[in-house]
Nanobody, 128 residues
Framework: QVQVVESGGGLVQAGGSLRLSCTVS????????MGWFRQAPGKEREAVSC????????YYSDSVKGRFTISRDAAKNMMYLQMYDLEPEDTAMYYC?????????????????????WGKGTLVVISS
């Protein structure tokens, strides 16, 4: 059973930066697609960024491209989301998720219902 736990959320002023972490367990030697998603109050969940755990191939949504960077450290079983130039519109609950198999990060980001495992989220609030 794969488990993912997010951390690193908080309150940041607009223009600031923040790094989210996702602790991942039980991946073994299989390929997974890992992703960051977010959900703002009153809005639907949306993709932020996805990546294959071993092979890479990062995908970013248009709203964060150039400002956010996804990365992972397999030795530490950690995935990160470095966020720069934060905007009030980035305020949301951020979720880490995992999906089994060597699938397209872009495809799974665009259809998050395909993700198999979800964390409980970490709250990011950007003040203007």
């Amino acid at each position: 059973q794969v488990q993912v736990v997010e951390s690193g959320g908080g309150l940041v002023q607009a223009g600031g930066s923040l790094r989210l972490s996702c602790t991942v367990s039980m991946l073994g030697f299989d390929e997974y697609v890992m992703g960051w998603f977010r959900q703002a109050p009153g809005k639907e969940r949306e993709a932020v960024s996805c990546i294959q755990w071993m092979a890479g191939f990062p995908y970013y949504s248009d709203s964060v491209k150039g400002r956010f960077t996804i990365s992972r450290d397999a030795a530490k079983n950690m995935m990160y989301l470095q966020m720069y130039d934060l905007e009030p519109e980035d305020t949301a609950m951020y979720y880490c998720a995992a999906a089994r198999g060597a699938r397209s990060p872009e495809a799974l980001c665009k259809n998050y219902h395909g993700m198999d495992y979800w964390g409980k989220g970490t709250l990011v609030v950007i003040s203007s």
